[in-house]
Nanobody, 115 residues
Framework: QVQLVESGGGMVQPGGSLRLSCVAS????????MGWYRQAPGKQRELVAG???????NYVDFVKGRFTISIDNAKNTLYLQMNSLKPEDTAVYFC?????????WGQGTQVTVSS
């Protein structure tokens, strides 16, 4: 069984930065895909960024140049560095791990961008 635990959310002013972490525990295989998603009130959950175990990354257009996804395989930890935050980035952020046919989600961490 795999568990994902996010941390690092909080409240920040526009233009500020936050770094989210997602620690994976359990049986993590070498070939997997991890990603960060977010869900704002009244909206569907959406992909923010993804990364493969080989290090390939992809970002949605609205975060390119501002967010960076990375992974520390030795620590089984996924990160999302968020810079130049905007009020529209306010949402609950979730990490996701796909290993073969198994799909795991964390519980989410709230990010609020407000002056």
């Amino acid at each position: 069984q795999v568990q994902l635990v996010e941390s690092g959310g909080g409240m920040v002013q526009p233009g500020g930065s936050l770094r989210l972490s997602c620690v994976a525990s359990g049986s993590i295989f070498s070939k997997n895909v991890m990603g960060w998603y977010r869900q704002a009130p009244g909206k569907q959950r959406e992909l923010v960024a993804g990364i493969t175990s080989g290090g390939a990354t992809n970002y949605v257009d609205f975060v390119k140049g501002r967010f960076t996804i990375s992974i520390d395989n030795a620590k089984n930890t996924l990160y999302l560095q968020m810079n130049s935050l905007k009020p529209e980035d306010t949402a609950v952020y979730f990490c996701r791990l796909i290993v073969g046919l198994s799909d795991y989600w964390g519980q989410g961490t709230q990010v609020t961008v407000s002056s």
